[in-house]
């Protein structure tokens, strides 16, 4: 699939699409071309909550006052959000839902919430899923592998991307630096809480008969095809 195809815009009724996947699994890229494609939002919950709290509405007060305290958001104000996020027009053909549902119990709220007459009046098309598949090890080299620039802020991977010359910024010749958040440990600790956490909803979309694998260890543009045909032929009676 050339450039060109894969962000021809597709001017149609969407509908929900529900995105799952590790972190490192290609989720954000491919949010990005079927934003494109079929000119919906992606919706992503770390975005509402930044931009509630910077706002300064009620919700962003009330979530504020809890990380503040450096608690989690509760569950019931991350649904609040995005109820009134699904709202705004720019939903109306449809949006993609990155990071939402987390848990079986959110998945099941969001189901609820589609059923409603809102959004039964606007488009009564249910969610089409799209699992990005990519094995543990995988993941491993995509994260650990990171590598940034502090000065200009480009990021690189030792394994797919390498800079021209090693640890040394290909603009600046700053030296690379390896996040924090991009340890083994740290990311290891976040494969296994994604997968007591979130892998439930594979089986709990599958038994809907919603979920569509893709490969997400194929090359981009081969996923990117994948993705499209998945929402395009998804049977969403």
Known sequence: ??????????????????FLGAPGAG??????????????????????????????????????????????????LVCDMVAVRLRDADCDPGFILDGFPRTVGQAEWLDGLLKGDFFQKRCSLPPVVVNFRVSYN??????????????????????????????????????????????????AERLKAYERQTLPLIDYYRRQGRLREVDGERAPEQVTAEAFQAIENADRV
């Open 138 to 187: 995988q993941l491993l080299r995509r994260l650990t592998g990171r590598r940034t620039c502090p000065a200009c802020g480009r990021i690189y991977n030792v394994h797919f991307q390498p800079p021209r010359v090693a640890d040394a910024c290909d603009v600046d010749g700053s030296k690379l630096v390896t996040r924090k958040d991009d340890s083994e440990e740290v990311i």
């Open 27 to 76: 989720k954000g890229t491919q949010a990005k071309l079927i934003m494109q494609r079929y000119g919906i939002p992606q919706i992503s919950t770390g975005d509402l909550l930044r931009d509630n709290v910077s706002r300064g509405t009620e919700l962003g007060k009330q979530a504020k006052a809890f990380m503040d305290k450096g608690e989690l958001v509760p569950d019931q």
């Open 1 to 18: 699939m050339d450039q060109k195809t894969a962000t021809t815009a597709v001017k149609t009724k969407i509908g929900p699409v529900i």
